[in-house]
Every structure is written in structure tokens, then in C-alpha cells.
């Protein structure tokens, strides 16, 4: 039988498993440290309270940061508009960060080992996410319309940023896999139209892929929210697997449509089994529940983002159970 890394590498590549495993119990998001890179004297804090490395102000929502989440201080801005941008964003110093080291610090605290392990390396906050980051999300959006070119150029060098990014994760890490975020869409749609997706966004999603796959590595991209409208083409431009595909998008007909090209990971109804008082059967009900809906219709795996350590609990241990006897029913 395979192991858990051999089992979940396959289903990333859209080969056969011999079961489905827990995720976060395979794989170890070691976070690229020019993004939300905090430094707190000797220590290396990526989802901590304080400014990033450009600048744009963090904090907290909880006690627990990777449950609870940070975001951006309310009412923060860097600057307005993006006919400013050239004159106000500074691109951290990549060339001067001790790269290599952060990232062995980040694998020992921890206990990565890519013998077990799929090692990933986590890009946060894409093009679209660090502009309104630096500006704040109606003029980031409005951006598009009254700065069209500005737009393009900061998107183009957020390029050029994020495939260094790219090269030193293969140079000093060696993962097997890139989790870039970039949140495109609300519950209910995309946060902008599909041509704008096209015209701004996309051409760069390209040259990631490629990246990535020239050297010999997968592509998990992240956005939350209804992305139904652009799934078919992240497909054909060779994205391997999209997270958390969340029940707003019509899962089973981007499956039909495109399950054999790039990997689905989400299905939870994550809205209902983090809600307090949620009992243990109802999430486990909710786990087997997507899996027999969604395994066998094409490349799936099961995952959410949790908001609820006893839930999270519970999720893992019933995709772990369920997940070893899911393709034997």
C-alpha cells in the first residue's frame, strides 16, 4: 500500500491512490518568508500582530493565529490609489533575507521530513490580495477601471516577484509542492467579472505554472469563494489542484466538466460543522457525506479551512478513518 505522501501525490497528479489521506496530516506548509514575514528580534512570525515586510499593518482575529487567522488592521492603508504605487511600494529585499535559514528554522520547529512529509512551500498573498492589502479592497477594485494600466504594471511586477519567489523555494527548500494564495471570490461570486480575471490575472497565473512545473513541481492554488466561472480554465492552464473548493461552486459539475484535469480539494460544508455547538456526529456525517458524493467523479480530495480546533479534530480523524476504505465501497 502507498504511504500517505506517495497516496496524496498521486491524487494531486490525478494518478491512482490506494486511499485517501488527511491533508494536513501529509502536508507541511512551510510559509515563504517574503510575504507576511514578521520579525520579532530572533524570531521568524508568519501569522503574527505588526507590520509585514512591506509595510502593510497585521492582527490578530484570535489567540490562536493559525486557527484564528490575522488580517489587515481596520482602516489601514498604505497609500490610496495605484497611481502611487511606484513611488510607495517597496519589494521586500529578497537578495538580503536569509532565506535559506528561515526556511531550515521553519522545518525544524516544525519537524518536517520530506521522507513522510509533502513538503509545500506556502506563497501568501498573490497580485490581486496585495493590492488591496496596500490599499484596501474598494480601491483595489475600483483600481481596475480607473488605473487600468497602473494595474497591470504592479501586477507585472508582482510577477517578476513571485517567480524569484518561486526559484529560491526550489533553491532552499526543494518542496514538492507551491500553495500560492490569491483570494479571487465572495460566496456568492467573484469578487470582479471573469474578463477582468482574464485580462489582469491570468497571463501571470500562466507564467507561475510554468515555473512550477519546469522545475518539477505542483501547483495548489488558493482562493476562497464562488470561483465556478474560471475553474475550467484553471484547469487548462495546468494548475494541479485548487483549494478549498468551498459548496458555494458547483463541485459536481466542475468535476464533470474538468475532474480529470485538475484536482478539486474542499466539499465541507465548513459554514455549518464550525458553528459552536455542532455535535461530533454531525461533522463526521458531514465528512463521509462529501466524500461519497464527490470521490469517483473525478480528481478530489476532501479539505477545509478550519476555524475550530475540536472541530478540526474531528474532521481529521473521520477522513483518516473514512478515507482508508473510500475507494473499496
Given at each position: 500500500m502507498q504511504t500517505n505522501k506517495e497516496a496524496l501525490l498521486a491524487l494531486l497528479k490525478g494518478e491512482k491512490a490506494d486511499f485517501i489521506p488527511e491533508v494536513y496530516s501529509t502536508m507541511k506548509d512551510v510559509v515563504f518568508p517574503g510575504d507576511r514575514y514578521i520579525e520579532l528580534g530572533d524570531k521568524f512570525d508568519p501569522y503574527g500582530t505588526g507590520p509585514d515586510a512591506w509595510g502593510v499593518l497585521w492582527t490578530n482575529q484570535g489567540p490562536d493565529p493559525i486557527i484564528d487567522g490575522n488580517m489587515v488592521a481596520k482602516d489601514f492603508k498604505l497609500f490610496d490609489d495605484m497611481d502611487e504605487w511606484k513611488e510607495k511600494v517597496k519589494f521586500p529585499p529578497l537578495d538580503f533575507m536569509?532565506?535559506?535559514?528561515?526556511?531550515?528554522?521553519?522545518?525544524?520547529?516544525?519537524?518536517v521530513n520530506p521522507e513522510t512529509d509533502v513538503v509545500s512551500c506556502l506563497i501568501l498573498s498573490g497580485q490581486f490580495e496585495?493590492?488591496?492589502?496596500?490599499?484596501?479592497?474598494?480601491?483595489?477594485?475600483c483600481a481596475f477601471y480607473e488605473y487600468p494600466d497602473e494595474v497591470h504594471e504592479f501586477f507585472d511586477a508582482m510577477c517578476e516577484y513571485k517567480l524569484k519567489c518561486i526559484d529560491l523555494a526550489y533553491k532552499y527548500l526543494k518542496p514538492d509542492v507551491i500553495h500560492m494564495h490569491d483570494d479571487w471570490g465572495t460566496n456568492k461570486n467573484l469578487f470582479f467579472s471573469p474578463e477582468i480575471w482574464r485580462e489582469f490575472i491570468k497571463p501571470n497565473e500562466e507564467k507561475y505554472v510554468k515555473r512550477i512545473h519546469d522545475h518539477g513541481m505542483l501547483y495548489i492554488h488558493h482562493s476562497c469563494g464562488n470561483v465556478d466561472k474560471i475553474i475550467p480554465e484553471l484547469a487548462e492552464i495546468g494548475i494541479d489542484a485548487l483549494e478549498p473548493v468551498m459548496l458555494c461552486n458547483d463541485i459536481e459539475g466542475s468535476l464533470k466538466a474538468c475532474g480529470d484535469k485538475i484536482t478539486l480539494m474542499g466539499g465541507i460544508d465548513n459554514q455549518m460543522i464550525d458553528q459552536k455547538g455542532t455535535g461530533e456526529e454531525v461533522i463526521r456525517a458531514e465528512v463521509r457525506r462529501a466524500m461519497d458524493t464527490y470521490v469517483g467523479k473525478g480528481r478530489y480530495i476532501p479539505y477545509y479551512i478550519p476555524t475550530n480546533k475540536e472541530t478540526f479534530g474531528i474532521y481529521i480523524d473521520e477522513v483518516t478513518k473514512y478515507g482508508k476504505d473510500i475507494f473499496h465501497k
Amino acid at each position: 500500500m502507498q504511504t500517505n505522501k506517495e497516496a496524496l501525490l498521486a491524487l494531486l497528479k490525478g494518478e491512482k491512490a490506494d486511499f485517501i489521506p488527511e491533508v494536513y496530516s501529509t502536508m507541511k506548509d512551510v510559509v515563504f518568508p517574503g510575504d507576511r514575514y514578521i520579525e520579532l528580534g530572533d524570531k521568524f512570525d508568519p501569522y503574527g500582530t505588526g507590520p509585514d515586510a512591506w509595510g502593510v499593518l497585521w492582527t490578530n482575529q484570535g489567540p490562536d493565529p493559525i486557527i484564528d487567522g490575522n488580517m489587515v488592521a481596520k482602516d489601514f492603508k498604505l497609500f490610496d490609489d495605484m497611481d502611487e504605487w511606484k513611488e510607495k511600494v517597496k519589494f521586500p529585499p529578497l537578495d538580503f533575507m536569509p532565506i535559506e535559514q528561515i526556511f531550515q528554522a521553519m522545518c525544524g520547529g516544525m519537524h518536517v521530513n520530506p521522507e513522510t512529509d509533502v513538503v509545500s512551500c506556502l506563497i501568501l498573498s498573490g497580485q490581486f490580495e496585495r493590492m488591496n492589502q496596500l490599499i484596501g479592497m474598494e480601491n483595489a477594485l475600483c483600481a481596475f477601471y480607473e488605473y487600468p494600466d497602473e494595474v497591470h504594471e504592479f501586477f507585472d511586477a508582482m510577477c517578476e516577484y513571485k517567480l524569484k519567489c518561486i526559484d529560491l523555494a526550489y533553491k532552499y527548500l526543494k518542496p514538492d509542492v507551491i500553495h500560492m494564495h490569491d483570494d479571487w471570490g465572495t460566496n456568492k461570486n467573484l469578487f470582479f467579472s471573469p474578463e477582468i480575471w482574464r485580462e489582469f490575472i491570468k497571463p501571470n497565473e500562466e507564467k507561475y505554472v510554468k515555473r512550477i512545473h519546469d522545475h518539477g513541481m505542483l501547483y495548489i492554488h488558493h482562493s476562497c469563494g464562488n470561483v465556478d466561472k474560471i475553474i475550467p480554465e484553471l484547469a487548462e492552464i495546468g494548475i494541479d489542484a485548487l483549494e478549498p473548493v468551498m459548496l458555494c461552486n458547483d463541485i459536481e459539475g466542475s468535476l464533470k466538466a474538468c475532474g480529470d484535469k485538475i484536482t478539486l480539494m474542499g466539499g465541507i460544508d465548513n459554514q455549518m460543522i464550525d458553528q459552536k455547538g455542532t455535535g461530533e456526529e454531525v461533522i463526521r456525517a458531514e465528512v463521509r457525506r462529501a466524500m461519497d458524493t464527490y470521490v469517483g467523479k473525478g480528481r478530489y480530495i476532501p479539505y477545509y479551512i478550519p476555524t475550530n480546533k475540536e472541530t478540526f479534530g474531528i474532521y481529521i480523524d473521520e477522513v483518516t478513518k473514512y478515507g482508508k476504505d473510500i475507494f473499496h465501497k
